[in-house]
Each structure stands twice: as C-alpha cells, then as structure tokens.
T-cell receptor, first 113, second 109 residues
Framework: SQTIHQWPATLVQPVGSPLSLECTVEGTSNPNLYWYRQAAGRGLQLLFYSVGIGQISSEVPQNLSASRPQDRQFILSSKKLLLSDSGFYLC????????????FGDGTRLSIL | GQNIDQPTEMTATEGAIVQINCTYQTSGFNGLFWYQQHAGEAPTFLSYNVLDGLEEKGRFSSFLSRSKGYSYLLLKELQMKDSASYLCAILDSNYQLIWGAGTKLIIKP
C-alpha cells in the first residue's frame, strides 16, 4: 500500500532563517506531488505541484521554492523565512489527478518568530 | 473567479443527522471531493462525485447537482469522533483542486 512521510511535524524558526521540508512517498511510481499551506480558518492554498522529476509548477509567487530530485521525493525550501510564512504545510500525492483523490502527509506546523 | 462557499460552523447532537452544504462557482468542473480534517491533523478523503446524484458510503453520503453548483455531505448516526472540519474541494478545468474554507462540525452529547 502507498504511504507518505512528511517531516518534521513541528518547526520553530527565526525570521530570515532558511527552510527545508521533505516529503517522500512509498508504494507508487510517478505520482503527482503537491505542497499546500493552510492558514488558520482558511482553505488549503496550493503552493507547488509536480508531475515528474525536475518538473515544478508554482501556483503562487512567494518566498518559497520546491524541488523534486527523485521520483518520490518532494522538497519545500526557503532561503529567508518571513513572518507570513507561518502556517500548516501539507504534502500530498495522487496517482491520477483527473479522477483520484489526493492523499496527505501528516503536515508540518511552522512557526516563525 | 473561483468561489466555494460552506458554512463556517455547525452544531449537531450525537446520534442525529447533519447536512453540510457546499456551493461553488469555478472555472470548469471535473469533480467534487469531500475531506474530513480533525483539529491539528491532515485532511483525509471521504467522497468523490462527478455525476449528479447521491453517493453513499456507510454513515456518510454525498450529493451533487452540477446544474445548481451545489453539493452536500450527509452524516448519519453522528458520533463524537465525527467532530472535525469538513472540506469541500472542486477539481477545476486544469485538474487542480480548489478548496473551500471548511465547515467546523461540533457534536454535542
């Protein structure tokens, strides 16, 4: 069966520090991968998605970047965090976005001080 | 523009039935998903509708009317563990999910 691992679960970082969140999927090949951010009381905001290795689409211009160095690995990064980067970050995968659901990792709660 | 509306919060009694509505206006429609999200946790998939009508899955059912831009999630025999947020999401013309803000459901004994 397929599983998704996302870490760390919580992270407290100072403003201006770098960020690296990692997500890996097991049990499937060539999944579509997604990074979302969820602010309190708000809907999920799609940040990046990837249909294959090295293929990244950005939905919202911002302080973050994403990379997919391997088929089942998706990384969210920042060189300098802003206060507004605080939130709940979720990684998700789907085998067929046309009619299959996305499945989420446990999420990372990021607090910027 | 893209717009998905859900009530912010609902309260129901254990053992009862509750209906959570979702109305939408999006650029294209390729399906509607319902997810459950407990506080502090990730969303988990509940149901998918792409054709009009009712899809039943145990205590949970989801209904879709594409002509009205309307869906509802029906929860029967409510249990305390059903206390969570319920998220409606539309698969748009680019096969990307557009998410509603969610409905927080509070179950009282």
């Amino acid at each position: 069966s397929q599983t998704i691992h996302q870490w760390p679960a919580t992270l407290v970082q100072p403003v201006g520090s770098p960020l690296s969140l990692e997500c890996t999927v097991e049990g499937t090949s060539n999944p579509n991968l997604y990074w979302y951010r969820q602010a309190a009381g708000r809907g999920l905001q799609l940040l990046f998605y990837s249909v294959g290795i090295g293929q990244i689409s950005s939905e919202v211009p911002q302080n973050l970047s994403a990379s997919r160095p391997q088929d089942r690995q998706f990384i969210l990064s920042s060189k300098k965090l802003l206060l507004s980067d605080s939130g709940f970050y979720l990684c998700a995968w789907s085998v067929n976005p046309e009619n299959q659901p996305q499945h989420f990792g446990d999420g990372t709660r990021l607090s910027i001080l | 523009g893209q717009n998905i509306d859900q009530p912010t919060e609902m309260t129901a009694t254990e053992g009862a039935i509750v209906q959570i509505n979702c109305t939408y206006q999006t650029s294209g429609f390729n399906g509607l998903f319902w997810y459950q999200q407990h506080a502090g946790e990730a969303p988990t998939f509940l149901s998918y509708n792409v054709l009009d009508g009712l899809e039943e899955k145990g205590r949970f059912s989801s209904f879709l009317s594409r002509s009205k831009g309307y869906s509802y999630l029906l929860l029967k025999e409510l249990q305390m563990k059903d206390s969570a947020s319920y998220l409606c999401a539309i698969l748009d013309s680019n096969y990307q999910l557009i998410w509603g803000a969610g409905t927080k459901l509070i179950i009282k004994p």
